[in-house]
C-alpha cells in the first residue's frame, strides 16, 4: 500500500491545516497508522497514531492541538492541526506504525 500524505501550505501562527494521507490500497489491515514530520536538520519525529481498537496516540509537543483521524472505507488518515506554532514547520509524513516504505511527504510552514 502506498501512501500520499497532501494538504500541506504556508500559514500564520495560530492557525490551521488539515493533512489527508490517501492510500492506494485497503488500510482495513493495517492495524496502526500514524503522522511523522521532519524538520530541517532534525530526526524524523512521531507525531501521532491511531489504532483499529481506537488506541491514540499523540506526542506531547501536539496534544490538545492535533487531532488524528481514519477512515478505513475511504482509505483515508487525517491530521486537523490547530493552533499552529513555528516549531510545527516540518515535512509530515503519513505511514503505518511501526512505519514502513516512506511516500511523499506534505511541506507545513508556520510563519510567526
Known amino acids: 500500500v502506498q501512501l500520499q500524505a497532501s494538504g500541506g501550505g504556508l500559514v500564520q501562527a495560530g492557525g490551521s491545516l488539515r493533512l489527508s494521507c490517501a492510500a492506494s490500497?485497503?488500510?482495513?489491515?493495517?492495524?496502526?497508522m500514524a503522522w511523522y514530520r521532519q524538520a530541517p536538520g532534525k530526526q524524523r519525529e512521531l507525531v501521532a497514531l491511531i489504532n483499529s481498537g481506537g488506541l491514540i496516540r499523540y506526542a506531547d509537543s501536539v496534544k490538545g492541538r492535533f487531532t488524528i483521524s481514519r477512515d478505513n472505507a475511504k482509505n483515508m488518515v487525517y491530521l486537523q492541526m490547530n493552533s499552529l506554532k513555528s516549531e510545527d514547520t516540518a515535512v509530515y509524513y503519513c505511514?503505518?506504525?511501526?512505519?514502513?516504505?516512506w511516500g511523499q511527504g506534505t511541506q507545513v510552514t508556520v510563519s510567526s
Open positions: 505511514n503505518r506504525f511501526p512505519s514502513g516504505l
Open positions: 490500497g485497503s488500510i482495513s489491515s493495517i492495524y496502526s
